[in-house]
């Protein structure tokens, strides 16, 4: 049974950094492509960043420059690190899987299996 293992988040302020972890287990990550999505309170769920198999990176708009994605393969992990973060990067962030790694990386619709989710809080 695949599970996707999610630990970090937390509260901080303004400026701060944050590291959430996913780790993949009932499979060995490959050629999957891993991403995040983050839901605030009173809104849809949104694409944070995705990785594929190449190691290949993408990021949202709103967390490029600050955000990074990573993968190991050997650990099952993908990481992704928050520098400066900001009050309206709160949220709750899901980390997920796309068995197909299609092109579609930022749509949840093309992601099979989800983590359970993380509260991230930034306050000013």
């Known amino acids: 049974q695949v599970q996707l293992v999610q630990s970090g988040g937390g509260s901080v302020r303004a400026g701060e950094s944050l590291r959430l972890s996913c780790t993949v287990s009932g499979r060995t990550l490959s050629f999957e492509t891993i991403g995040w999505f983050r839901q605030a309170p009173g809104k849809k769920r949104e694409f944070v960043s995705a990785?594929?198999?190449?190691?290949?990176?993408y990021y949202s708009d709103s967390v490029k420059g600050r955000f990074t994605i990573s993968r190991d393969n050997a650990k099952n992990t993908v990481v992704l690190q928050m520098n400066s973060l900001k009050t309206e990067d709160t949220a709750v962030y899901y980390c997920s899987m796309d068995l197909e790694a299609s092109n579609w990386y930022d749509n949840e619709k093309v992601y099979e299996y989800w983590g359970q989710g993380t509260q991230v809080t930034v306050s000013p």
């Open positions: 990785v594929n198999l190449r190691e290949d990176t």
